[in-house]
């Protein structure tokens, strides 16, 4: 009952006795670093073994790792991965402004890196846990600001409605201070935008990093916790297609399976698991969705002049998959199979 709230994390009480509910809110880093102890180098390389697996047999060839606690530290543990073949996919790693003075220092530059392993966006996670915005706005804004005018693209984590809201105002923020063009600051998540928001976040030229498959996997849940004023808002997809923010899509592994096929079917038909449909009129066609989760994801990254879609010139890294998500049943397209999966003009996984 006497221990404290840890920093930006909420322990649930009872409003008389004061004592623990058992729920915890916006813990996450704080469970992480402080309670659980970390992975022996062996647990890590036996995690590391079954996490390629899982994203190769699902057909992925890339990964943007978003943890915000990345460091030099954390690059440096992909560098050996990589290098031992431990980790096939291609990487391209975000990490948090913590992190941001220690690699400039170390010689990281934006970009830096190769097509195996990429040096990608400062990382800044946004909630309104407490009831208030963490980080603050001001301090939102000089954090995009100051990883802004040192050249790096910002990726903000933003789910609820007063959070989108808060990167768009950073995000005016630091262009009005520091104009640049094709900057490509993220937003990721996005949840919950009303339409104003897809006003101001088309005005500053952000890229809307979105996850369909939560409509499949939570559906249920939104259906019966979200407002019926916000539930139109929530994980549009049509939408920011319309508005031009360029969205790629994302899994959010390993809060759902990283299986694209189901974000790809819950963009073109919106069902919950049940079969619920969830704001039909946000649905894409099957082509657009492939587009979301291809190049998408690639212009996200800076990447799409090297992958994202099949062109001469570009990496070899391809999937073929039992039936064409553009020729079957929308409700069919997260039952087709990943038979091969390619990078590099190599078969790394089989069926």
Known sequence: ?????????LIDRDLETGEPSGLLFGMDSYINEQVIPPLSEEELRQGVKLANQSFLSSGITSIQDATVTNGFEQWQNLLKLKEGGELVPRICM???????????????????????LRLGAVKITLDETRGQLNPSQEELNEGV??????????????VEEGTVEAAAVALEYCLHRSPKADHRHRVEHCSVCPSQLL??????????????????????????????????????????????????????????????????????????ESGQ???????????????????????ASFEERLKGSIETGKLADLVVLSADPTKVAPEEIKEIRVEKTIIGGEVVWES
């Open 1 to 9: 009952m006497e221990t404290p709230d840890p920093p930006g994390g």
């Open 94 to 116: 975000m990490f948090g402004l913590h992190a941001l003075a220690d690699l400039k220092d170390k010689g990281l530059p934006p970009g830096y890196g190769d097509s195996g």
């Open 145 to 158: 600001l100051t990883a802004h005018q040192d050249g790096f693209q910002v990726a903000i984590h933003a």
């Open 199 to 272: 006003q101001r976040l088309q005005d500053v030229g952000a890229v809307v990093v979105t996850q369909p498959a939560f409509i499949y996997f939570s559906g249920e849940r939104y259906l019966k916790e979200v407002s019926n004023t916000q539930l139109p808002w929530l994980y549009r997809t049509r939408s920011f297609l319309e508005k031009g923010l360029r969205p790629a899509g994302s899994s959010d592994c390993p809060v759902v399976p990283p299986d694209p096929l189901v974000g790809l079917c819950a963009a073109v038909t919106r069902k919950a």
């Open 277 to 299: 449909v969830l704001s039909p009129e946000e649905a894409v066609s099957p082509e657009e969705a492939l587009r979301i989760y291809t190049l998408g994801g690639a212009y």
